[in-house]
């Protein structure tokens, strides 16, 4: 596939598998130590080229567009020193995914490119600081995409910007627009002044729970760095369950796919309050577990390993 459009993986049969979960919201088993079963319920997945359509909703500044673009490109462009791990890594276990299909090829999984394709600002707060799913994010879909349904959109939000649904468990979601066209899209909040104490963790100290370690983002810039953290745990969700009836945990309230069920997980050893154990930058005192293009650092979420059946850091 050379864009959006979205191939038919398989057949409509299950594939059970074991993960981990780590929100407690209406589950009774541990996100650290317990497992459960997730679904794959037939439906389609995105693979080959995904081309984001990013509406920066607000004064983002320069730090989080730099930050969030380089870790795109990171998906699928390694450092030039190739210093381990990579974020590459990290998105080869996201590919790995397609294998699970009942009518999947032997052998290793293709490819899925994230790519930019399209950027559009809105400086002057036209639909104003409080963004509803049902009015004003149609419409910011519509003013990035122009209608283009090969385009996938990603709404990202100024730190004076709140988002519907944002700061309630979640920090970025993939979410589908309403009939009679549905499309799957991502939004992003801003953690600076929105919820710093839920969105900004592990840069920021946490709001309800055990009080682990806070770490040094390794941008510098909190805001940035957690949005990345939000972002990728969102796109990993939408690449896996686009359409709501693909790979996910078939729970009677939510569908929780990849990424949601190893919240709050970076590294070895995590814990409540504690998101684990992850690497330095001698020189910044930034803390990362992946790096990336241009000698960009990042601290990824945990996601859901089909092989070994358990959440997975690199």
Known sequence: MASLSIRLLALALSVTALFTYSSGHGHTYDPYNDKARMIYHGGPMLNGTIKLAIMWYGNCGKEIKNTMRN???????????KLQPQVTCW??????????????????????????????????????????LQGHIPELIEHVTKGDTELFPVIVAARDVSIQGICNGKCADHLLTEDP???????????????P????????????????????????????????????????????????????H?????????????????????????????????????????????????????????????CWTV
């Open 181 to 195: 066209h549905p499309r799957p899209y991502i939004i992003v909040g801003n953690p600076e002044t929105e919820c």
């Open 197 to 248: 104490g839920e969105c900004g963790w592990p840069f920021f100290p946490a709001d309800m729970g055990p009080k682990g370690p806070v770490l040094k983002p390794p941008s510098g810039n909190m805001a940035a760095d957690a949005m990345v953290v939000a972002f990728a745990g969102a796109l990993v969700d939408a690449i896996t369950n686009p359409m709501n009836d693909a790979l996910y």
């Open 71 to 81: 870790f795109i490109k990171s998906l699928s462009v390694p450092g030039k020193d």
């Open 250 to 310: 078939s729970n009677k309230a939510k569908k929780l796919g990849p990424a949601t069920v190893c919240k709050g997980i970076f590294g070895r050893g995590a814990a409540p309050g504690n998101p684990g154990e992850v690497l330095t930058d001698p020189k910044t005192g930034g803390s990362f577990n992946a790096h990336g293009n241009n000698n960009k650092k990042f601290l990824l979420p945990a996601i859901w390993n089909p092989k070994t059946k358990s």
């Open 91 to 132: 998105w080869k276990v996201v590919e790995s995914y397609q294998s699970m299909i009942p009518d999947a090829k032997p052998g290793k999984s293709p490819k899925i490119r994230v790519k930019v394709v399209k950027q559009s600002g809105e400086k002057t707060y036209k639909y104003g600081k409080v963004l509803t």
